[in-house]
């Protein structure tokens, strides 16, 4: 009996040893990238507001807590400047012609991914880019027949006291987006019909539906 069992135990050893070889590794084939590229028009569907970051407002996001609380004491006596707060709210290209960041279409087409309409957020991140028009402010022009116009409305400062703002709105705006996608995890076709979802229900720029307001919504221009 004992030598039999010693057998035995021998034997189950070796298909242990056999059973914990690494699996053999086998060459994995990755095709190269197909980037590719296509102009799209958007014809805006509700006005366009904007509010670019102006340098003072830059400054009191950089400045510390205590500093903050003397720039708002201050901006309670400061004489409100209609013009300029206006003129300082336009996004402008290089030349000085209005513009909108071309990272904001893309934020736009990613919040209207959902991986239930089987567009997931990630593959929109990593396979989907707005370029802009001009490189250098990283601007998409806008287009308007009326160019824009002051609105003035009723804001909340940072302590809920009410506050004047002046801003500029595009009343009838457009633009032409161009596109670079990796076309074998998403197509042309498909980056469309998602731009036709985020202008409807995404938007850009003040006050849109993905913050619960109703402008900057817009179209995409399909050819008849």
């Given at each position: ?21 690494a699996?053999?590794?086998h ?47 201050d ?39 959902h ?110």
């Amino acid at each position: 009996m004992g030598r039999y069992g010693t057998g035995l135990k021998e034997q189950r050893a070796g298909q242990g040893d056999e059973n914990d070889r690494a699996p053999a590794r086998h060459a994995v084939a990755l095709n190269p990238l197909k980037i590719e590229r296509f102009d799209v028009e958007i014809v805006g569907r509700s006005r366009l507001v904007m509010h670019a970051w102006s340098e003072k407002a830059r400054h009191w996001i950089e400045s510390s807590k205590a500093d903050r609380k003397v720039l708002n004491q201050d901006k309670r006596g400061a004489k409100i400047d209609p013009e300029g707060e206006y003129e300082a709210s336009i996004y402008r290209c290089a030349d000085g012609k209005p513009g909108f960041p071309a990272g904001a279409f893309r934020s736009c087409l990613i919040a209207a991914a959902h991986k239930d309409l089987g567009i997931a957020k990630t593959d929109i991140c990593k396979s989907v880019f707005v370029l802009a028009d001009d490189p250098e402010t990283n601007m998409v022009r806008i287009a308007s027949k009326n160019g824009p116009q002051m609105r003035e409305d009723i804001c909340r400062n940072t302590d809920k006291s009410p506050a004047v703002r002046y801003r500029a709105e595009f009343i009838e705006w457009s633009a032409k987006l161009r596109i670079e996608h990796d076309a074998q995890i998403i197509s042309a076709e498909t980056i469309i019909n998602l731009l036709e979802r985020a202008g409807y229900g995404v938007g850009i720029g003040e006050h849109r539906p993905e913050k619960e307001g109703e402008w900057g919504r817009f179209e995409v221009k399909r050819g008849k």
